[in-house]
């Protein structure tokens, strides 16, 4: 299933029947992906006196309840919203959803007692492209990730530098596959969200990071198309399937 997109001035053929799943996927159990000190997600049947949304118990139907949060407990996108006092949704703002896309493989840099990516990886890595969307993949990449618990590890972030930069070059959607752009622990400075968003400055309202993606080592470094799927939720954030397309 073959089509041809026109974008400034560009064409693009892909494979609609091919696409590259980069989400982790939400389940009930200790073994989903978690950060910010939660317990594991909850799918469970709803209980209304002795009925029990449940086959297994004897209803016509399965009906479950789901308590997550979206930024802990897998693959999520979020708005500006997430450090604004101000409300601002995600579904609102997020109107777009077909994208220009680089991938990009990062070995992070040590820093003090710290990981790092900086702008310097950013600079040499990038170079003169200029996409709508940077789907960064960090180094060492095992399916670990798809299940590790993150809370207390100090995993690696990105430099408010790094962030600056690929923000000029005029990149709107971020994705990784951390929990956070941000050191775990920063005091609430939250430089990479705020230097992203410019939070100082003109906020760009219609701009994501995307957060605990996971990228097969299938998947080489390159150029793609980036179908950036969300559920409808009114919230800063909402859990989401990012799709890439190799382009042809």
């Known amino acids: ?28 159990s200790k073994s989903n992906v978690n950060a910010w ?28 309840n789901i308590y997550f949060n979206p930024h802990a407990h897998g693959t999520h996108t979020e708005c500006i919203g997430h450090i604004t006092k ?9 109107t777009q959803f077909f994208f220009t896309a680089e991938l990009i493989s990062v070995a992070a840099e040590k820093y003090m007692k710290d990981t790092v990516i900086s702008r310097k990886q950013m600079e040499l890595l990038l170079k003169d492209k200029t996409p709508e969307a940077l789907v960064i993949r960090t180094m060492p990449n095992t399916k670990e990730k798809k299940k590790r618990h993150y809370s ?22 971020l994705l990784i596959d951390l929990p956070s752009v941000d050191r775990e622990r ?54 989401s399937k990012p799709v890439l397309y190799k382009i042809i």
């Not at 892909?14 to 989400?23: A, E, M, N």
Request: net charge negative; aromatic share 12%.
């Open 1 to 28: 299933m073959k089509t041809t997109i026109k974008y400034q001035s560009n064409t693009y053929q892909i494979d609609l029947s091919k696409p590259l799943d980069i989400s982790i996927p939400l389940k009930a």
């Open 37 to 64: 000190y939660l317990d594991e997600p909850k799918i469970e049947p709803v209980k209304n006196g002795d009925w029990v949304g449940s086959l297994k118990e004897g209803a016509s139907v399965n009906f479950n």
């Open 86 to 94: 101000e409300f601002h949704s995600v579904n609102k703002n997020l």
């Open 152 to 173: 207390n590890t100090n995993w690696t972030y990105m430099t408010e530098e790094a962030v600056v930069f690929i923000r000029d070059k005029g990149i709107k959607h």
């Open 186 to 239: 920063d005091g609430g400075a939250l430089l990479a969200h705020k230097a992203f968003w410019n939070f100082d400055g003109k906020l760009r309202l219609d701009c994501t990071i995307t957060e605990f993606i996971y990228v097969s080592n299938k998947i080489e470094d390159g150029s793609y198309l980036l179908n950036l799927q969300i559920a409808p939720f009114e919230n800063d954030a909402t859990p």
